[in-house]
């Protein structure tokens, strides 16, 4: 009923291609990583794997050890209960239960069975495997005439046993566009193209190389494809009402133009951007910047989000492990337990924005700047003014409300969840902050407490019947009443200013006998009026002490009853727990601000507003590092059950993923714990890193990458289509001081790279996908690539480096290089949409690629190409001597990099002299010559030719 | 019908507006995400497309679809229960200031706030028990519309066009309409998030009348149709030759189909959003005014393919009624009355309600106590947003008619009798679409994702028996 949907048709290659390539025998042993694992990982594991909470029937299939107790007898697939339930025809036997909505292929039974039959042997995931010796891997192959470079033995190997060779290979002009685009983004000049057409000496493809990455124009185009990974953007995201910009996120961009047009080392690269402050860096190093790939992520609410996304951009993007999947529950698919996330997330929380980040660039200016630090300072002394004396406010309510917080403990709420605390606040709302610091200030508290050990008593009794209550109370209070009756309680033993504190804080005492609570609610009621009538007593105490020294005021002698009642030690003792330090009220004023009711919290944030704005958009705001500041003596952290963050699990400690070999066990110390994490990264006992960054390098000169999915390296994700290359590679990455430029000339000099991008039936046939790389796979311009194009082939492009974003949008165009663009993740441009770029709220290893009529529209229509056609236009009209001819040749060189034919300079005069007479315009007549160069230069700016690479 | 347009279209090699990346799929640049397609509904649907009107702000739920009588007895007085924490404080009961009566076969109760939908009642399914997590318009936007009120999820429009792909190649598979800016949460309401950026929602500011203005380059602005004819010719002419000798190229071929496609777009896309070419009594049925208009607009739209259209009230939140509901909740509704009447009575005297679900809702309901203000008296006469219960109504598409599901309290405060949450609503839309919510999933970042996430149970009571 439904057509055939490409899709299966393109999984049927797929598997085609994998019985072909892997299968070549029908007698071969099975594989189990590539043939067994993912069966497993796609339809056993889910509820038979990694996740102990929703295991079934207590069996593992992912564990050798586990799956062997029961489910299979290694030798004897006719007698292993996996194999009788995958084939049994008994809905309720059935494995995977019909319910799932998975089935098995008879063809996976079979390998299932073969698998079991051949000893059922199981083998580590490849990912997590160390990564082998690159000089026995090369050595194990045949070398090679056409093999230019290792790379090419590794996959002419391959391509020989399918019996594919290599595309024919590209001529020069075609092949210095090729390199130029993958190195700068951008076409090379016809002089270029000429200078490389005729330079036939030795060694010319490594001299193109080589001044090809020599150009700032390679950290440009390469650091934009960083920024994809790091999910880089200009605002907050999530916010309710217009947008927040950052005022510095282009330090980070600029950080890593800048890193990669030095070849900053790979590993100090990333340890720059996971923990660049603690490296000993001196003040204002603008290596800070690189902090930024922890900081410009979207700006959750909660901060657990935003610590989640950073856990995703390092495991996902930096080692292709989906270990967010682990915040709730255990890993699905990929041992990566609950306990890993926390352990990583325990490694960054402690890290925070500090509320000044740290300026690394000078203002050439002198004069903005003076004025921008004496605006900010201005600004800052009437921020913290207005939030001091607010926080003064709102600590005096809260001093009254101590019976509305005790209330909300007696009723057993454990722990406010933070994250709806941009809520706005009226007066007798519950502030969970200040909730959660009642919780640890009583926990601080012994039943010893004069004031609160009453409390402590009453609560640690826990749900007992009425009756049992009453006894025990009646019991409790009659032995304190009794203690302090002992003591003696006339006015001058409880109010003397100079008394003992007493044992037991008589106002809470007697309240409490008074009242007789019936419950710890009662309780609460009661703690709350003695203490609110205290803050009034003290209140009002003030006030009169400060009246006395009004002028005509009366002033009173110290020993005055209403001076020494008032500061008695019992009165004192009640005040201890509100004014303490540490007390649940001794808020910080940036805390305080936010917690107050909406119209004063408003203005606060107007205040903080100006500030961003000045830092925004002054001529005299110096760049500045988004840092974070690592708190040496962090809460610990505990595991959230069901990632609840209100349900704590068990403690757990900075530390690696478990799943990796080596030193994972080894707790990061505090203060230093993005240090650690950072070290463990680049370690040589992980193998993901490297892995990961090969084959991003590759998938950027390839259109895809030798593992596929290139942030899923897990059980799920696909196999590498040439692990032994994967892995020289990356242990010669290592060996060769993790340099990105020396991975560039490994691949751009090889054969492979050379080959052209022309369809072949037959290996198309044999490798539907193109795995084996029997050609260039065609590529399209990207966004940034082909706007930078149309700008630079009319000679407009503007190469100023770094700074504020521009607007991309802008009319008319700002004509620097997009990777300057402002990026809005609140509001994504439609342009940027249309045309695929990187979803800058997560962490983009891969960009989609669309065909929509929206983006042959803009180069139909948009005023952008249309301009730009223009330009060309005239650029090209005062050549001399400027005949039509010349004209044209010119035009299609800057264009489309080549001299076009006699056929095609007669075809292009025919369209000019069609345009030009006989075709009524928008303002009814054609009088301008000029008008139909300016549609030729358009047409070839649409064309497919400037829009695809050969 | 639609598979047979369907398979043409695949046939084809076509990608239209908002379709399926064909190249995706064809050329070796990405069979990474192999499971990252379309798919075909699970099981044949009622609907086939879905207008969803969305009255941004929040509806008063005790103003419209919801009397209660006892706000009346109370009036002045507090509430026996304590009044629900909202966003703001609260005070003493607000009876209705409109009156509510009986319409319609089924004797659905609705408000005077509106004369003509009320006669539609008969078509309809009043949920009186839906409610949110929390009293927060983003939030709760985000929760209605991508069934997360927190972190990035795709739009229940782009997870049903990427599911179904497009009728018609020459507009975008999932539109979104809104008059005069944006509403609180921006394109966040319609994003594709991880799901391909063809799937995101197109936003067409419908204030603006000029058709032709509503999609981006859709006109050039610069050339006469002769001169564009002559250029689209030597531009063709130019990639054929390309073409020539680059033989089998999918991404090429892909490019050149988008190209006639985008050609042809310039005229016919501008005529879908031409309510101009209606007759005048159609016009005049829907009524003056965006709202109404972009209804009609609506109509136009779901009549030539588009699968998913998104009507907005206006800018930022027109439904936030914090003060004066009696004036303010009149204003708002009395833009849109006459066109969602219209909306009913145009789909079903055309053929095309029983493939069109109409959904209209907010993000939440309002308080049934008045809203205190600054100086904490009752005085504003408004109401304050409450995520507890709420009111919404569907029509056509599969869903019974006349019927009303789930109560809230005496007072209209909370949902106590079958609440329905977002996931449970978007289980049902699915459903209705021809999909099972559990297993329309998309892989992502190695998780299989769904719009109800671990959540989600289909409403089969407002499922129309066939």
């Known amino acids: ?950 | 019908m639609i598979n047979s347009t369907r398979r043409h279209w695949m046939r084809t090699c076509g990608m239209g507006f908002g379709g399926l990346a064909l190249t995706n799929l064809l050329t070796d640049a990405a069979n990474a995400e192999d499971s990252n397609g379309a798919m075909h509904t699970h099981f044949p649907g009622r609907a086939k497309h879905i207008i969803h009107v969305f009255l941004n702000g929040g509806v008063s739920q005790v103003d419209t679809f919801d009397p209660k009588p006892e706000l009346n007895r109370l009036a002045g007085q507090m509430l026996p229960i304590e009044n629900l924490k909202t966003e703001r404080k609260t005070g003493v009961a607000l009876p209705s200031p409109f009156k509510f009566e009986k319409h319609g076969q089924s004797g659905i109760e609705v408000s005077d706030l509106f004369p003509h939908l009320s006669k539609c009642v008969d078509e309809m399914t009043v949920i009186r028990s839906m409610y949110a997590e929390l009293p927060s318009h983003e939030m709760s936007l985000m929760l209605m519309n991508t069934g997360d009120q927190r972190l990035v999820r795709p739009s229940l429009g782009s997870w049903l066009t990427w599911g179904m792909g497009s009728i018609n190649e020459n507009l975008p598979a999932f539109i979104a309409l809104c008059p005069g800016g944006m509403p609180v949460g921006g394109a966040g309401n319609w994003r594709s998030a991880f799901l391909p950026g063809a799937y995101q929602g197109t936003r067409i500011d419908t204030s603006n009348a000029d058709p032709t203005r509503l999609i981006d380059y859709l006109q050039n602005k610069r050339l006469s149709s002769a001169e564009q004819s002559k250029q689209f010719e030597f531009l063709q002419q130019l990639n054929a030759e390309h073409q020539a000798d680059r033989p089998g190229e999918a991404a090429i071929e892909s490019r050149i189909k988008s190209f006639e496609l985008a050609f042809r777009m310039q005229t016919e896309a501008s005529d879908a959003f031409d309510i101009s070419q209606e007759p005048e009594h159609i016009q005049k049925l829907y009524g003056d005014g965006p709202q109404n208009r972009q209804l009609l607009m609506a109509r136009r739209l779901v009549e030539r393919g588009v699968r998913f259209v998104q009507t907005w009230h206006g800018d930022m939140q027109p439904w936030d009624s914090h003060s004066n509901i009696k004036d303010e909740h009149r204003k708002v509704a009395n833009e849109c009355d006459s066109g969602l009447a219209a909306l009913i009575i145009d789909l079903k005297q055309r053929g095309l309600l029983d493939e069109t679900l109409i959904l209209c809702t907010g993000e939440f309901g309002r308080t049934p106590s008045v809203e205190m203000g600054q100086d904490g008296s009752g005085a504003s006469q408004g109401r304050d947003h409450n995520h507890w219960g709420f009111s919404l109504w569907m029509a056509g598409g599969g869903i019974k008619k006349g019927t009303v599901y789930g109560a809230t309290d005496d007072f209209g405060f909370k949902a106590v009798e079958n609440p329905v949450s977002a996931h449970d609503l978007h289980a049902t839309i699915l459903h209705l679409m021809g999909y099972d919510h559990q297993r329309m999933t998309y892989r992502y970042a190695g998780r299989d994702f769904r719009l109800t996430d671990v959540h989600g149970e289909v409403i089969r009571p407002i499922i129309e028996t066939t």
């Open chain 1, 1 to 950: 009923m439904f057509p055939i949907h490409p899709l299966r048709c393109a999984r049927a290659g797929l598997c085609l291609l994998f019985g072909a390539l892997s299968l070549t025998s029908a007698n071969a042993q099975v594989d189990f990583n590539r043939q067994v694992r993912p069966i497993l990982a796609e339809h056993c594991l889910q509820c038979h794997g990694p996740d102990a909470e929703k295991r079934s029937a207590d069996l593992r299939l992912d564990v050798e050890a586990e799956a062997k107790k029961s489910a299979i007898v290694a030798g004897a697939a006719a007698d292993s209960e996996l194999i009788l339930r995958v084939l049994s025809t008994d809905p309720e036997t059935v494995m995977p239960p019909p319910a799932t909505g998975k089935t098995l292929t008879d063809a996976q039974k079979e390998v299932l069975q073969q698998w079991i039959q051949e000893g059922a042997k199981y083998s580590q995931h490849w990912a997590f495997q160390p990564i082998a010796d690159s000089e026995p891997l090369l050595n194990a192959l045949p070398s090679s005439e056409a093999a230019a470079m290792p790379v090419d033995r590794f996959l002419i190997d391959k391509l020989r046993k399918a019996g594919l060779s290599y595309s024919k290979p590209v001529n020069r002009a075609q092949f210095i566009r090729r390199a130029t685009f993958d190195l700068k983004g951008l076409p090379p000049t016809w002089a270029e193209v000429e200078a490389f057409e005729n330079d036939t000496a030795e060694r010319s493809d490594e001299r193109l190389i080589d001044r090809l990455l020599e150009s700032p124009r390679y950290g440009e185009r390469w650091g934009r494809h960083w920024l994809d990974i790091a999910r880089y953007a200009d605002t907050h995201g999530g916010a309710a009402i217009g947008f927040t910009t950052f005022p510095f996120s282009y330090t980070y961009r600029d950080y890593v133009i800048n890193a990669f047009n030095k070849d900053l080392p790979v590993d100090r690269f990333l340890q720059e951007q996971i923990a660049a402050d603690q490296l000993g860096l001196p003040e204002g190093d603008p290596s800070l910047a690189a902090l930024g790939f922890l900081t410009v992520g979207m700006q959750f609410r909660n901060s657990n989000d935003t610590i989640d996304d950073q856990i995703d951009v390092i495991t996902r993007g930096l080692m292709g492990l989906t270990v967010t999947c682990a915040r709730c529950h255990d890993h699905k698919f990929d041992p990566v337990p609950t306990a890993d996330y926390y352990a990583l997330y325990a490694s960054i929380a402690p890290s925070k924005a500090p509320s000044q980040l740290p300026a690394i660039g000078n203002v050439s200016n002198e004069q903005a700047r003076q004025q921008y630090e004496r605006e900010l300072s201005d600004l800052k002394l009437r921020h913290q003014q207005f939030a001091r004396e607010q926080n003064e406010v709102l600590r005096n309510r809260l001093r009254m409300q101590v019976g509305l917080y005790l209330t909300e403990i007696a009723k057993g709420v454990a722990e406010q969840d933070l994250s709806t605390q941009f809520l706005s606040y009226r007066t007798d709302d519950i502030r969970p902050l200040v909730f959660n610091r009642w919780q640890t200030w009583l926990a601080g508290l012994s039943k010893d407490d004069a004031v609160f050990g009453p409390w402590l008593e009453l609560q640690s009794w826990g749900a007992v019947s009425a009756a049992e209550f009453h006894k025990r109370r009646d019991e409790y209070l009659g032995r304190l009443s009794a203690e302090l009756d002992a003591i003696g309680r006339t006015p001058d033993k409880l109010h003397a200013l100079r008394g003992e504190a007493p044992k037991w804080n008589p106002f809470i005492v007697d309240a409490l006998m008074a009242q007789k609570p019936n419950s710890l609610s009662d309780a609460a009621a009661i703690y709350g009026t003695v203490f609110a009538e205290q803050q009034r007593l003290w209140l009002q105490s003030i006030l009169e002490s400060t009246n006395e020294a009004a002028p005509g005021g009366t002033v009173l002698p110290d020993e005055h009853p209403q001076h020494q009642i008032i500061n008695s030690p019992s009165h004192r003792q009640i005040r201890h727990h509100l004014y303490a330090a540490g007390s649940p009220f001794d808020l910080s004023d940036d805390d305080a601000v936010r917690l107050t009711n909406r119209t004063i919290a408003d203005l606060a944030s107007g205040k903080k507003g100006a500030m961003h704005q000045l830092n925004l958009s002054s001529p005299g705001s110096p760049p500045r590092a988004m840092i974070v500041e690592e708190d040496p003596n962090p809460t610990p952290t505990q595991i959230f059950v069901r990632g609840n963050p209100l349900a704590r699990g068990d403690v757990v400690q900075a530390r690696f993923l478990s799943v990796l070999p080596g030193d994972h066990s080894q707790v990061y110390e505090n203060g230093k714990r993005r240090f650690g994490l950072a070290r463990s990264l680049i370690s040589e006992s992980n193998p993901l890193t490297a892995r990961v960054l090969v084959n991003w390098a590759w998938q950027n000169h390839f259109g895809a990458g030798l593992v596929r999915t290139p942030d899923d390296f897990g059980t799920r994700g696909q196999a590498p289509t040439h692990p032994e290359l994967l892995d020289y590679l990356a242990d010669q990455l290592r060996k060769n001081g993790w340099s990105m430029k020396w991975l560039h000339r490994q691949i751009m000099l090889s054969q492979a790279y050379r080959q052209g991008s022309v369809e072949n039936e037959h290996s198309r046939q044999v490798d539907p996908e193109n795995q084996l790389l029997w050609r260039m796979p065609r590529r399209r311009l990207d966004f940034e690539s082909m706007r930078d194009s149309m700008l630079s082939a009319c000679d407009e492009l503007d190469l100023a480096m770094g700074g504020r974003p521009i607007d991309l949008n802008a009319s008319p165009a700002v004509p620097r290089r997009s990777v300057y663009g402002f990026v809005n993740r609140d509001v994504i441009a439609n342009l940027m949409s249309t045309f695929d770029t990187a979803n800058p709220n997560a962490c983009t290893a891969k960009r989609p690629e669309t065909t929509v009529p929206q983006q042959t529209l803009f180069a139909l229509n948009s005023d952008f190409i249309q301009d730009r056609a223009a330009r060309l236009a005239s650029l090209t009209k005062p050549m001399n001597p400027a005949t039509d001819e010349d004209r044209i040749i010119a035009m299609v060189r800057r264009t489309l990099c080549r001299t076009p034919t006699e056929t095609e300079i007669a075809k292009a005069r025919t369209f000019l002299t069609e345009a030009s007479t006989n075709t009524t315009t928008a303002d009814g007549v054609n009088s301008d010559p000029e008008r139909s160069w300016s549609l030729l230069a358009h047409a070839l700016m649409a064309s497919n030719e400037f829009t695809f690479l050969d």
